[in-house]
């Protein structure tokens, strides 16, 4: 097994993307979600919030964990995180369940008001996210391991970043943005080879895009 290419061969048979290391959660995780287009508000809210948890930390520990992070912030329902205190920063502080890290919990109770201004904005979360998708001729020819390795982040990270952040939102670095186009199927860097790479674009293509 080798991941020189970015590439590994499951015990399944099938080429996939090599970072998952074929721990069964993380193979499924890269199977069934990562890339895949999400349209659902609360969804993308949970996405987001979890990346900037997992900044300094593994996807996995953050994958690992994601059951106690959903019912410590009620189902990433940003309305209900929204009217959290400062009670429930301390109640959440004592959560070995979940990173137990104070300022991205008080992030996520902010980014969960600010959340709630986007969404009034722009009609839901999703309308204001999927705006940004690049177009065709702003993406690689050729999605390798290359390509990905080289570019944590993109233009449109960047700008998304600095949009969130005039907003008020935080923990929401062009790194942090471009893992949730990523991982929300905004963009599809399974690469060459994978065998889920054709299947995430199929759907990209028949999503009905939020207006």
């Known amino acids: 097994m080798s991941d020189n290419n970015g590439l590994i061969k499951g015990a399944d048979g099938l080429t ?6 074929n721990l069964p959660d993380y193979q499924h995780y890269h199977d069934r ?26 996807w996995l520990t953050i994958l690992r964990k994601r059951e106690a992070f959903r019912e410590a912030f009620d ?32 992030s996520t109770i902010n980014n969960a008001k600010r959340a709630r201004a ?42 998304i970043s600095k949009e969130l952040k005039k ?7 062009p790194t942090t943005v471009y893992a949730f186009m ?5 963009v599809n860097d399974h690469i060459e080879g994978c065998y889920c790479r054709a299947e995430v674009e199929a759907e990209r293509k028949a999503l009905r895009r939020p207006k």
């Open 75 to 106: 189902g990433f329902d940003f309305d209900r995180v929204a009217r959290f205190t400062d009670a429930d920063v301390e109640r959440l502080l004592g959560n070995a369940g979940i990173v137990r890290h104070r300022g991205k919990i008080v």
């Open 182 to 186: 990523q991982a929300m199927g905004m």
């Open 167 to 173: 907003r008020g939102w935080s923990f929401v670095g």
């Open 118 to 159: 986007l969404a009034d904005e722009a009609g839901s979360l999703a309308a204001w996210f999927w705006k940004f998708e690049p177009a065709p001729e702003e993406r690689p020819a050729v999605v390798d391991i290359v390509h990905v390795r080289a570019n944590p982040t993109t233009a449109v990270s960047t700008r």
């Open 33 to 58: 979600e990562w890339g895949r287009p999400v349209t659902e508000d609360r969804r993308l809210f949970e996405k987001i919030c979890l990346e900037g948890f997992q900044s300094g930390l593994s």
């Open 16 to 21: 996939r993307c090599a970072w998952h290391g």
